[in-house]
């Protein structure tokens, strides 16, 4: 039987850190995560594990954060039995619905069908609940898509169903790929393009709307990127973030022709969309 490897990371001060320290951790082999009070659980199996992977993780360098880490062995989980035991239906909005392909249909407008498995994106979490709304309220018809950190593509399945033109999904975990082809096939979505990478392609078209749900550290990274990449009045939806961290969203994109044109706020996170003027 498969064993794993359970890292326990407790992260001092927990903010902004166990942030950047997920995104960190999201570039090595672990199966997937748990955010708890604390800081974070990662999974590994237990024959991918060397100690030389943590050496890529310049936090526990960093005089400003203190990590403590534990490890321990367990028994090999069947993740999917997990995800399906909790997972329940949850309604955007009157006319959308998110569901796995094992519950009863809904018979709404838009009926999306998402099957987590290890990735992030089920429509349960503040973030992806505000980016979903903003799209309902958009008009995606024959628009030019980019879903960043696509996960498990709900929001390019979403904007394909309203109507998209064409949409590159972009996600530097293979895994999330995988998973991505999965409901892609299941909700019959012949227009997202799934590319594996961490970075926008510049090479590639302009959009009329990005959608990126990551976290504050790579949002901050990329606003250059995305203002690049979006045609002349196009808008970009942000989430991943807290309420406290909006004035640092705003002063970023303000700094990039990116003005402030809605807000949603869930609990503590929130959701910008912006409009690039020029």
């Known amino acids: 039987m498969r064993t794993y490897l359970g890292l326990y990371f407790k992260v001092f001060p927990k903010d ?8 960190q951790l999201q570039n090595l082999p672990f199966e ?3 955010i708890t ?3 974070i659980n990662a999974y590994i199996k237990e024959l991918e594990f060397k100690e030389s992977l943590l050496n890529q993780i310049d936090l526990f360098s960093n005089d400003k954060i203190k990590i403590e880490l534990k490890s321990k ?10 995800w399906e035991k909790n997972f329940r239906p949850i309604e955007i909005d009157s006319n959308c619905v998110i569901r796995a392909d094992f519950h009863k249909k809904f018979d709404k407008k838009y009926e999306l069908v998402i099957n987590p498995r290890m990735s ?7 973030t992806t609940f505000m980016m ?6 958009m008009n995606l018809k024959h628009k030019s898509i980019l ?3 696509c996960g498990t593509s709900i929001l390019s399945i979403l904007a394909s169903k309203l109507g998209a033109k064409k949409i590159d999904a972009i996600d530097n975990n293979p895994l999330c790929l995988e998973n991505s082809k999965e409901n892609i096939l299941v909700n019959n979505c012949c227009n997202i393009n799934l590319i594996l990478d961490d970075k926008i392609d510049k090479k590639k078209s302009l959009y009329d709307v990005i959608f990126a749900n990551i976290n504050l550290n790579v949002l901050i990274q990329q606003i250059p990127d995305f203002s690049n990449s979006l045609n002349l009045n196009g808008d970009l939806i942000l989430s991943g973030f807290y309420v406290k961290d ?5 002063k970023k994109c303000k700094r990039f022709g990116l003005y402030l044109t809605d807000q949603k706020q869930k609990n503590d996170w929130c959701s910008l969309k912006f409009n690039y003027a020029c």
Do not use: C, Q, Y
């Open 32 to 34: 997937t995560f748990e």
């Open 120 to 126: 992030f994106g089920t429509g349960h979490h503040e």
């Open 37 to 39: 009070k604390k800081g």
């Open 147 to 149: 879903d960043m950190g």
């Open 132 to 137: 979903m709304k903003f799209a309902l309220k």
């Open 246 to 250: 909006i004035s640092k969203i705003k």
């Open 16 to 23: 902004p850190w166990t942030e950047i320290l997920l995104a």
């Open 73 to 82: 062995k367990i028994p090999f989980k069947n993740w999917n039995l997990k």
